[in-house]
């Protein structure tokens, strides 16, 4: 009977062949899936208003020649019509097709124009990118800077005596500015500091209706990065 009970607790105990035992993953947090389904929101919303204006792009291009098909059309019965009519009649007649077709494409391009603003007022994300350098070194001579937003050159510079000057008096570059989709962004600057090549590489999540500062100071030969936000236009 002994014998039996043993038998029955290593049974127990032994874990199967091969079985391993697994850390268990910790679960997200209630705020992560929040974010996580707030961003996908977001960059479905993007997604479906970059559709949307795509589909109105090649709508206006198929108007477009609608109407270039309908002048052609109109100026080629104009033609054959001025050959069997008074002359003066015709070409008045002409004129105010073409006025009418001009006037009809305006009103498209204002209208495009509105709905690239919209699109715009919906994203209300900005990026500025700044460059300071370091006014306590007077050594320090920066000679270039080349930034990328989303591995895309967005800006260079050359910089020559009198610009480091500025920078070492506490002057501030600015080099870009630009409306954004409210999502993340990779943003990475490279510089050349007294003949040496620097880079530095930061991501920040840009917010609807936010302007999103990232500073570049270069320092003792190396780029500090900093990031701030502000619901307005001032850096400060």
């Keep these: 009977m002994t014998r039996l009970w043993w038998a029955v607790l290593m049974g127990l105990v032994v874990l199967p062949a091969g079985g391993t035992v697994l850390a268990q993953q910790p ?11 707030r961003r996908q929101q977001l960059l479905r919303e993007a997604e479906e208003t970059e559709q949307r204006l795509v589909e109105l792009r090649r ?3 198929m108007l477009q020649t609608r109407v270039e098909a309908a002048i052609a059309a109109n100026l080629r019965d104009r033609a054959e019509a001025l050959m069997m009519s008074d002359q003066q009649s015709a070409l008045q007649a002409l004129d105010s097709v073409l006025v009418r077709s001009r006037d009809n494409l305006a009103m498209q391009r204002e209208r495009f124009q509105a709905l690239g603003d919209a699109v715009r007022r919906r994203t209300g994300a900005v990026v500025v990118v700044l460059l300071r350098a ?10 270039g800077a080349e930034l990328q937003v989303n591995n895309s050159g967005v800006a260079t510079r050359t910089y020559n005596a009198e610009m480091n000057n500025a920078l070492r008096i ?3 570059d600015q080099l870009y500015r630009a409306d954004v989709l409210p999502t993340r962004h990779t943003l990475r600057l490279q510089a050349t500091v007294n003949g040496q090549p ?5 991501e920040v999540d840009a917010q609807g209706e936010t302007v999103t500062y990232i500073e570049f100071a270069i320092r003792n030969g190396q780029l500090v990065p900093r990031t701030w936000t502000a619901r307005g236009t001032t850096p400060f």
């Design 198 to 202: 620097l880079a530095q590489t930061v």
């Design 170 to 172: 506490g002057a501030v």
């Design 59 to 61: 709508q206006r291009v």
């Design 27 to 37: 679960e997200p947090t209630v705020g992560q899936q929040a974010y996580d389904a």
């Design 134 to 143: 370091d006014s306590s070194s007077s050594e320090q001579s920066i000679t």
